[in-house]
């Protein structure tokens, strides 16, 4: 667990921090580098403001003789540093692997010896690496040279870039090769009775929950391959998991001890400071935790052994031959040398990749890969750029997916443009926007920081990609017989079409229900009654602002909703229509805002009621908001970097306040290096820094630690990241009973509520939730028409057997949004 950083006397550290006079954009006489950028922290949309002490007291305290160490042990104790797609991986300039070239031959089946020997270019030494497929093998050239001494055994080394390319141009033109390109370093782009599902929002806002409804037992035979970093062992994932394979051709970025082999465990150690992100683990469970057995999260298809993990991504990241060989094998495709796949894939998720030109080789696997009835899933990318040079977005036949946030729109990173097919949710660590006290990121499955078996949220393209391709696989659950084109087609005709955007949104965000009943043989009726559906029971605020609500037809003909506004505080919510008229199996936006007027400081709450006419559904949202709290507190930044023996080193000048009065924005004066850049929030006010309850963050944020390279007299630009609140691996679940019998407040636990009365009959255990979080297991949902919010037991609606997993004497109330609560 990450530990607190005290920050005594820091302020005598730094001379004048915030003076930026001296900052020019590109001062080539100075000796240092400049960086610049903007903090971003949290937003909690139902928390109160903390108060705590003013950072002033700092300048009356000693120094930090201890720095360093404080900082070495702070970051050493965070043990797992999470990540979603790194920046630099196919840029040749940082990326090239020299000497490594993907040859593809025109004869299939040769061996290692005929290869190299067909490629063999005068003047260099051939090592045949791997093979990727029949005909694609990966070759490294050097450069022979004798010993000194007449006699000498002759030696080798790396070639130069400028050499690799005079090899690549020769190798190209030999009779035989089809295709030769160079090899680059790719790296990882982080309604069931599952305790933490009520945290997963991300379903609900694609639609997820009604397409769970449309039974498909056959998922069970639909094998999805995760092409990533491997897989941990997870009690979520253990029963779910086939038996793969580790591609990595370099024992050395294996970091196993050995090469290709057929163990896909994840061994971490693939982060800037040794960390490890578990990527592939995270990907795997939103694709497919195991689902309905009252451990954990959800996962997107829910049961069968069907997940297959290919590990392509070491501690090094990942090279594009083993991708290419990931393809080839989880698809069925022949990779000599290495087992034969017995369980091909059907979708293969790839939440991979950065910056680079399409790759021939790749298209080559690719293609091969969607002839034998694979159907590839990929990210967009992290950037905040144009998909035009995202690899392997820019490939073709792919699907390739965006990232969306809470409201359903682009969220800050998404990559975007014309590549992009369809729209998924990835998160926003930096918001909580449905107030349930936790970070809008996606929540799946990961080791702790100790190793154990944990769960933890995530933000990325990474994320959003296997929410798609678990889609892709309850589509193909319908009917096996659609191909890539049909698959896409489906996707972008279905998607909600309000998270389009100007820059490049695809079709908008995936509808899970409605793209999955168009899979099945009829489609949707068009004759079904009309059905309401909404994508959250909650919405937060703070302050003066609107959020968007997502109104969905789950059925036939033109679905009509009335929409208003209940509760004591109803006068301070409105929304933009108080009726809405939606299509079949269709959506439609609800503008909701919230305008205090002369309310005074505190938490509120209101309630939206929506009724479907002519027994469409009805349904309830929990409008929360919070006046007049304020959380300007300034930060502290850290600029952190690894010394020759690997130790996390500080300089004084890199460490600074960041002033909230200037709108968390720096600009600093670095000695150039590579540094990991951290920040916090002293939200506590105990004068400790990265402790639990401060808001914490890394660059590139929370979810994907990498360095950033400061260049003497330039300027490095947009440093921005969020912080979000921390917490360490110590259990801070409410010890709140939610759904037992009372008669007392005191047996509800801590801060427990009994509500008694004919209304709850026995009694019932619950908390007040417009300020706090409700217990995992529950949901937060107003019980007097908006006044207060309670915590109620979550439970699955069914029309067969009404109480489900209620107590005696309570049943499951449907809440409008694939989910219900236990209620009398």
């Not at 050499?163 to 141009?169: A, K, M, P, S, T």
């Not at 030999?174 to 295709?179: E, F, I």
């Not at 080839?328 to 000599?336: C, L």
């Not at 037809?553 to 109803?570: K, W, Y």
Request: net charge negative; glycine share 12%; charged share 15%.
């Amino acid at each position: 667990m990450l530990r607190r950083l005290a920050l005594l006397g820091l302020l005598g550290l730094v001379a004048c921090p915030g003076d930026k006079s001296n900052d020019d954009d590109d001062d080539t006489t100075s000796t240092k580098g400049t960086v610049t950028g903007t903090l971003q922290p949290f937003q909690a949309g139902s928390a109160a403001a903390s108060a705590g002490a003013s950072l002033e007291a700092f300048f009356s305290l000693p120094g930090a003789k201890d720095l360093s160490r404080k900082v070495s042990s702070a970051l050493a104790a965070r043990g797992v540093w999470r990540t979603g797609i790194p920046s630099k991986p196919l840029t040749h300039e940082a990326s090239l692997l020299t000497g490594e070239l993907i040859v593809h031959f025109d004869t299939p089946g040769l061996s290692a010896e005929e290869a190299v020997a067909q490629a063999r270019v005068a003047g260099y030494h051939v090592v045949h690496q791997a093979f990727l497929s029949d005909t694609q093998h990966l070759l490294r050239y050097e450069v022979s040279q004798p010993q000194a001494m007449s006699g000498g055994t002759p030696t080798v080394r790396a070639l130069t870039e400028a050499e690799h390319v005079r090899v690549l141009h020769q190798v190209q033109a030999v009779p035989g090769v089809r295709n030769a390109e160079s090899n680059v370093r790719v790296h990882a782009l982080a309604v069931p009775n599952d305790p933490l599902y009520s945290r997963q929002w991300h379903y609900k806002n694609m639609n997820l929950p009604a397409a769970w409804d449309l039974n498909t037992p056959a998922i069970e035979s639909i094998v999805i391959a995760v092409v990533d970093t491997g897989i941990t062992v997870h009690p979520d994932l253990n029963s779910r998991v086939l038996t793969g394979v580790d591609l990595i051709s370099s024992s050395a970025n294996a970091g196993d001890g050995d090469g290709v082999d057929a163990d896909p465990t994840d061994n971490g150690k693939d982060l800037p400071n040794g960390g490890s992100s578990y990527h592939g683990t995270h990907v795997a469970g939103t694709i497919g935790a195991a689902s309905n057995n009252g451990v954990g999260v959800a996962g997107v298809t829910w049961s069968g052994r069907n997940i297959l993990p290919v590990r392509v991504l070491g501690t090094q990241g990942g090279s594009l031959a083993d991708i290419i060989a990931g393809v080839t094998w989880a698809s069925g495709g022949s990779v000599p040398g290495v087992r034969a796949n017995t369980t091909p894939a059907r979708v293969i998720n790839m939440s991979l990749g950065g910056n680079g030109s399409p790759s021939a080789e790749m298209q080559t696997a690719i293609n091969a890969a969607t002839a034998r009835g694979a159907i590839l899933v990929v990210a967009a990318g992290n950037e905040n750029a144009n998909t035009s040079t995202s690899f392997p977005c820019n490939q073709q036949n792919v699907i390739c997916v965006g990232a969306v946030r809470f409201n359903g729109k682009r969220a800050s990173y998404s990559n975007f443009g014309t590549a992009v097919d369809i729209m998924a949710t990835g998160g926003q660590t930096s918001e909580d926007r449905n107030g349930d006290g936790f970070p809008d990121g996606v929540l799946s499955t990961l080791p702790n920081s100790s190793n154990q078996p944990s769960y933890d949220w995530y933000q990325g393209t990474s994320m959003a990609t296997p929410h798609v391709a678990g889609i892709v696989a309850l589509m193909l659950a319908q009917d096996p017989n659609l191909t890539v084109t049909d698959v896409e087609g489906i996707l972008r005709d279905t998607a909600d079409t309000t998270s389009q955007c100007s820059e490049g949104c695809g079709a908008g965000l995936v509808d899970a229900y409605a793209a999955v009943l168009r899979a099945k043989p009829g489609g949707g009726d068009p004759n079904a009654a009309p059905k309401l559906a909404i994508s959250t029971t909650q919405l937060s605020f703070t302050g003066t602002a609107s959020q968007a609500l997502t109104v969905r037809n789950n059925g036939g003909g033109t679905l009509q909703v009335g929409v208003t506004v209940s509760g004591t505080n109803a006068s301070a919510v409105s929304v933009s229509s108080s009726s809405l008229s939606i299509p079949a199996y269709k959506s439609g936006s609800l503008n909701v805002s919230v305008t205090p007027g002369s309310l005074p400081a505190g938490s509120y709450v209101a309630q939206l009621d929506l009724a479907g006419a002519s027994g469409a559904g009805n349904a309830q949202v929990l409008v929360k908001f919070r006046v007049g709290a304020s959380d300007e507190k300034d930060a502290y930044i850290a600029f952190a970097y690894l010394d020759a023996a690997g130790e996390v080193q500080i300089d004084d000048e890199g460490i600074a306040p960041v002033s909230a009065s200037g709108g968390y924005n720096y600009s600093l004066k670095m000695t150039p290096r590579d540094y990991l850049v951290l920040a916090s929030i002293d939200d506590t006010g105990e004068g400790n820094y990265f402790d639990d309850g401060d808001r914490v963050g890394f660059w590139r944020d929370t979810t994907q630690v990498e360095t950033v390279p400061v260049t003497k007299g330039k300027t490095t630009s947009g440093i921005s990241f969020t912080l979000v609140p921390y917490q360490s691996d110590d259990d801070h679940t409410p010890t709140t009973t939610v759904g037992g019998a009372c008669t007392t407040n005191g047996e509800c636990g801590t801060g427990g509520q009994c509500l008694t009365g004919t209304s709850f009959p026995g009694g019932y255990c619950t908390q007040s939730c417009v300020t706090d979080s409700c217990p995992s297991g529950s949901a937060c949902y107003s019980n007097d028409q908006g006044a207060t919010a309670y915590c109620f037991v979550s439970c699955t609606p069914s029309g067969s057997n009404p109480q489900g997993t209620c107590r005696t004497g309570y049943r499951c109330v449907s809440d409008g949004a694939g989910s219900g609560a236990c209620l009398p």
